[in-house]
């Protein structure tokens, strides 16, 4: 195993360079995985990672042991305590990271039932929303240009695994892709005549999500088939995107299943 203690190290600026850049992950096609949790979830949907990185403090704790005897040991790479906490931006540091190749998917797959996200902005947000698209068995999820980077520390951290359970599309031209779906493709508003409730969310569908701040975009919204919204009752006027998107995920669900 390799030990890196210099801040200075060519490798340890590389790997710096993906926690802080969305243009090197983008450029390098690599990310990176904070906790037992996302790199067991990795490990488990997808295969090993590049790079295995422990916090020499905590190299010793069973669930980070139990994780490196999974690996070969040329995989692991062991860094000072302080140069662990640059890397990681937990308030509780989990002891364990991992650099791994970001999954590529043919943004032309056909799929039964997907999400679109326009422009979406928090992490916390993406995570969520990714969360409940997986459990709630989504195929793929499209983010629009101005999407926050799905494949950031902060979205995967919140995602809990989500990631590596469906595929995820960014970049995407809402009107080029509304041109090959086959399906329903249904707007979340505000205000609409009809609710989650008395729409139809059987058979092959997209359901779209809008941004924190300004919700669904006019021209994203010319694209739907129908506009539905979550009935709210006393002086609530919205929910979170991301508890909208739960809602409506398990509204899908529930009728599946009914």
Not at 136 to 141: F, K, L, S, W
Not at 153 to 159: E, H, Q, S, T
């Amino acid at each position: 195993m390799k030990i890196i203690s210099s801040a200075e190290n060519v490798k340890f600026k590389e790997i710096l360079n993906l926690v802080r850049s969305n243009k090197s992950r983008a450029r390098t096609g690599l990310t990176l995985l904070d906790g037992i949790h996302l790199i067991d979830s990795y490990l488990k949907n997808v295969g090993l990672p590049k790079i295995i990185l422990v916090n020499a403090d905590y190299f010793h704790r069973t669930e980070i042991q139990e994780i490196a005897q999974r690996l070969p040991k040329n995989l692991i790479i062991i860094l000072t305590n302080s140069l662990f906490k640059k890397l990681s931006s937990t308030t509780t540091p989990t002891g364990i990271l991992a650099i791994i190749s970001i999954p590529s998917i043919d943004p032309t797959l056909e799929c039964s039932n997907s999400i679109w996200l326009d422009g979406i902005q928090d992490p916390g947000n993406l995570g969520s929303i990714l969360r409940s698209a997986a459990a709630t068995g989504i195929d793929i999820a499209y983010l629009s240009k101005n999407s926050v980077a799905a494949w950031s520390p902060k979205v995967l951290r919140a995602g809990m695994g989500a990631h590596f359970s469906l595929g995820i599309v960014e970049d995407v031209d809402f009107s080029e892709l509304s041109n090959s779906y086959q399906g329903k493709v249904i707007g979340t508003v505000c205000h609409a005549p009809k609710t989650i409730f008395e729409a139809d969310f059987s058979g092959n569908l997209a359901l779209v999500f809008g941004n924190e701040g300004a919700g669904v975009s006019k021209p994203v919204l010319d694209l739907c088939h129908e506009l539905v919204s979550i009935p709210l009752s006393g002086e609530i006027e919205s929910l979170n995107v991301a508890a909208t998107a739960a809602i409506c995920l398990y509204e899908r669900l529930r009728q599946i299943a009914a």
